[in-house]
């Protein structure tokens, strides 16, 4: 038995991919050579079985965890944390309370920013994501209203990179 997510199925197969990407230069006499290597995100095909009176809650939540794109955690002769990039169950008369299932994960590795953090508030706030709202309507200035306020310019403090 293993588990995803803490869900009990029944893997016949664990199928896990190492893959490397290796870069090959062309040479005038002999082989190629080899200058780099590279790893590629780790996969796992597991195939088998989902049986049991709750077998079509845990299908549902196996669908929603794949469209939802959660990291999932699987337990079994390997063990695996990725997501889930392809599931397919087949339904025929050979298993009476389940199906059987196949499903490929795959490892991912979340990014972040290390710049953000450390710049100065006036060009923090430059580099902040943009929200984009849409098109707005534009508002019809009548008589009573003011003239736009002027812009001031961003004063950095003497010596900062930033100062001109």
């Known amino acids: 038995m293993a588990t995803i997510n803490g869900m009990y199925v029944l893997a016949e197969s664990e199928d896990p991919k190492y893959d490397f990407d290796v870069t090959d230069q062309p040479v005038e006499d002999g082989i190629d050579t080899s200058d780099h ?5 780790r996969a796992m095909d597991v195939s088998g079985y989902i049986v049991g009176d709750d077998a079509a809650q845990i299908r549902e939540k196996l669908i929603a965890l794949g469209d939802n794109g959660d990291i999932v955690k699987f337990m079994g002769r390997n063990l695996f944390t ?29 990014a972040k920013s290390s710049y953000v953090e450390t710049l100065p508030t006036p060009i923090k706030a430059a580099v902040a994501p943009v929200i984009s709202s849409g098109r707005k309507q534009t508002k019809k200035k009548s008589k009573g209203d003011k003239e736009d306020k002027k812009v001031e310019k961003v004063k950095f403090k003497a010596g900062s990179p930033w100062a001109e």
């Open 37 to 41: 290597v590279q790893r590629k995100p």
């Open 82 to 110: 990725g997501v889930i990039q392809s599931l397919s169950t087949k339904h025929d008369y050979k298993v009476a309370n389940g199906f059987s299932f196949s499903l490929s994960l795959k490892e991912i590795r979340f």
